[in-house]
């Protein structure tokens, strides 16, 4: 019952930067986290990034600590993540995902809730 809306996937090349956003809507009120997960072609459901809605904490893949950051404005029920430093490997398609509950360990996918569409995101090499 939260649906989500990811945007600002593209192409970029090899040490750039880009910024996804996910829109959250519907029941809104009970979020607890939000994050990030990815799919590489020919590869399985990867755990990117989390955020704690109310107080903010984060946590990250060993993959991306250092050059992504989650961040999030709960008046706009928005959930960003800043990309930098881009490798080939971080091609794939990017999923919003949203939880109601703290239980469950935010690195398997059965954790979350709601998913949105997915937005791809392409790093050439």
């Known amino acids: 019952q939260v649906q989500l809306v990811e945007s600002g996937g593209g192409l970029v090349q090899a040490g750039g930067s880009l910024r996804l956003s996910c829109a959250a809507s519907?029941?809104?009120?009970?979020?607890?986290?939000m994050g990030w997960f990815r799919q590489a072609p020919g590869k399985g459901r990867e755990f990117v990034t989390a955020?704690?809605?109310?107080?903010?904490?984060?946590y990250y893949a060993d993959s991306v600590e250092g050059r992504f950051t989650i961040s999030r404005d709960t008046a706009k029920n928005t959930v960003y993540l800043q990309m930098n430093s881009l490798k080939p490997e971080d091609t794939a398609v990017y999923y919003c995902?949203?939880?109601?509950?703290?239980?469950?360990?935010?690195?398997?996918?059965?954790?979350?809730?709601?998913w949105g569409q997915g937005t791809q995101v392409t790093v050439p090499s």
């Open positions: 995902v949203a939880s109601t509950t703290q239980l469950g360990s935010p690195v398997w996918w059965g954790t979350w809730g709601s």
């Open positions: 955020i704690q809605w109310s107080g903010g904490s984060t």
């Open positions: 519907g029941r809104t009120f009970s979020l607890y986290r």
